[in-house]
């Protein structure tokens, strides 16, 4: 893991949006199996037909997993090569939108962001973190997972992680605003093309009535 050319304060990370935009079709093809662990035990919390606004949804696993379960789903990805990779097999179109693009308010029962808010460089966090809670109807709820260790970097690929420690993450979110915390997991978890397991974190919320 390397430190160089870290992104400071900017919202996004070029390098990482290039990886995504050259592996889109390796990178959606790895998600083909089961949706994320935590997507069922998030989706009983909501109201039949909640309208779900999927940050970074991938190849469109979990965004398809909750439009069969009948939740309204609005699926984005930040990159448009793996966005058109969702679109097809999803059979609609997905959002190419970064997260500094997110702009709504009170529009959303629930923000889903599986392995997506990880990628945003650590200082520019408590700012898309408040954009998420602006996007939530009061008593709305919120997921996102994020790879653990305490200190940011760059993978073997070159893509950023802000690599979040317990401390880390509370910070960040006391920093956005207002959240309820429901929960706050540590888990192992994998990576990309099996890479080894290392520690995860995720984190369930809810924007207070």
Known sequence: MSSEDMPGSETKDDRT?????KEAPVYTA???GGVSRHLT???QRLPSGAKVLELGCGGGRDAEAMIAAG????PTDGTPEIAARAEERLGRPVQVMRFDQLSAEQ???AVWANAALLHVPRGALPGILARVRTALKPGGGHFASFKGGGREGRDTFGRYFNYLSREDLVECYRQSGDWETV???????GGYQ???EGPWIAITARRPL
């Not at 939740?71 to 609005?74: N, P």
Request: aromatic share 22%.
């Open 30 to 32: 790895s998600g083909k």
């Open 17 to 21: 949006l290039q990886f995504y935009s």
């Open 41 to 43: 035990g998030f989706l």
């Open 194 to 196: 099996s890479v080894a």
């Open 183 to 189: 929960s706050i997991v540590e888990y192992p978890g």
């Open 107 to 109: 529009s959303y029962d």
């Open 71 to 74: 939740f309204d789903v609005e």
